[in-house]
């Protein structure tokens, strides 16, 4: 099937190519590495107050500022390092935001310790399992995210709420979200 005759989600109709990129190869699809669960996170904290497209626009001036999201270089970033990304003009330049990505990769390092991994710890929440889309309710929230970000919260994680858990949950694929219609569902 050609990539045009795909059924997507309509949220991607009319998106440029990276963002259908990004719904096909990424959203809903299942992640257990820590350093890609790191980046969507940090991607997401990114997205608060802004659009997708704009941070999806900025993703390989992301990786490379952040030293392709591997938290065990980003939770070493000292003030130094905040002044250089602030002058970053390829990234979205929000000093809270930046030293909330760096104070959560610290976080990462101490969840690894207590859970095995990162991606241990994530995926317990549902033992493992997908949550799958079941009705034509589109969501931005969920009983799930609110206990995550909860225990997040208690973890010391900064600058996240139930509504970015959430997109992070679907962009990790804890949640598969894809409309009923999707190819991708």
């Not at 992640?31 to 999806?56: A, M, N, P, R, T």
């Not at 962009?171 to 009923?180: E, F, P, Q, R, Y």
Request: proline share 1%.
């Amino acid at each position: 099937m050609a990539r045009n005759q795909v059924k997507r989600c309509n949220w991607v109709e009319g998106k440029p190519e990276y963002y259908i990129a990004y719904h096909d190869e990424v959203w809903g699809k299942e992640l257990y590495d820590d350093q890609e669960l790191f980046k969507w996170l940090s991607l997401e904290i990114f997205h608060i107050g802004l659009s997708w497209q704009l941070v999806l626009s900025k993703y390989d001036a992301f990786m490379e500022a952040f030293n392709q999201f591997d938290y065990r270089l980003v939770a070493k970033y000292n003030e130094e390092k905040v002044k250089q990304l602030m002058g970053n003009k390829g990234i979205i330049r929000y000093r809270e935001k930046i030293e909330a990505v760096i104070h959560n990769a610290q976080q990462i390092e101490s969840i690894q310790k207590d859970y095995g991994s990162f991606s241990d710890y994530i995926w317990s929440f549902t033992e493992g399992k997908q949550i799958i889309r079941q009705d034509d309710i589109q969501r931005n929230r969920s009983e799930l995210s609110d206990q995550l970000t909860k225990d997040l919260k208690n973890k010391d994680f900064k600058f996240i709420g139930s509504v970015t858990i959430y997109s992070y949950l679907q962009a990790i694929g804890v949640i598969n979200d894809h409309d009923l219609d999707c190819d991708f569902q």
